[in-house]
């Protein structure tokens, strides 16, 4: 079946550590998307790439990282720089021009 | 700037009932598409309809349809015969050609509950 996956559901860092969310996909698309939600703000976006070795910050890139050596995968590294990284974190993917969006089951980070 | 505006952080229905979730948006583009996305409390994102500007006739999928006006920049969605299943977080969400590149811009949500 294609999809998304991101590993792991729930995680579980200490204040201070760099912490690398995964996400992968089997559906040959181009663009990948990371976007962080909190209660009542809806989705918003950190990075996205619309091809590999390329990506683009988004509205809150600070404190975060991304690569995108492979298609298929979008990793994203939550840095110690980031002041509030406790959130659910969103990966996606488009399917070409009618630029519809597939979304990933999630991440929960919590760091304490 | 382009900015996504859902002014109903909550709404209900009773089930079997007709329910319309607003959104409105700004932006001097002429070339975008919109979309509605449903989050229930798995918080699995799903797509629910999709609107392209250029057309003129409203999406329309099943129980689910929209009310696109264009010169309102207003992209309603309607749940016709509500059923349980249809309580979540519903959000709208826009793409604008070609200036934001593939950048999409989400509303912030409206929680819809169905009543039995």
């Known amino acids: 079946d294609g999809g998304i996956t991101q590993s792991p559901k729930y995680l579980f860092r200490k204040e201070g550590q760099n912490v690398t969310l995964s996400c992968e996909q089997n559906l040959n698309h181009d663009a990948m998307y990371w976007y962080r939600q909190d209660p009542g703000q809806g989705l918003r976006l950190i990075y996205y790439s619309q091809i590999v070795n390329d990506f683009q910050k988004g509205d809150i890139a600070e404190g975060y990282s991304v690569s995108r050596e492979k298609k298929e995968s979008f990793p994203l590294t939550v840095t110690s720089a980031q002041k509030n990284p406790t959130a659910f974190y969103l990966c996606a993917s488009t399917r070409g021009r009618n630029y519809e969006q597939y979304f990933g089951p999630g991440t929960r980070l919590t760091v304490t | 700037a382009q900015t996504v505006t859902q002014s109903q952080p909550e709404m209900s229905v009773q089930e079997a009932e007709t329910v319309t979730l607003s959104c409105t948006y700004d932006?001097?583009?002429?070339?975008?598409?919109l979309f509605w996305y449903k989050q229930p409390p798995s918080r699995q994102m799903i797509l629910v309809i999709r609107?392209?500007?250029?057309?003129?006739q409203n999406a329309t999928e099943n129980r689910f349809s929209v009310n696109f006006q264009k010169a309102a920049k207003s992209f309603s969605l309607k749940i016709s015969d509500s059923q349980l299943g249809d309580t979540a977080m519903y959000f709208c969400a826009f793409i604008f050609l070609p200036s934001t590149g593939n950048q999409f811009y989400f509303g912030t949500g409206t929680s819809l509950t169905v009543i039995p």
């Open positions: 932006t001097s583009e002429n070339n975008y598409y």
């Open positions: 609107q392209e500007a250029y057309k003129q």
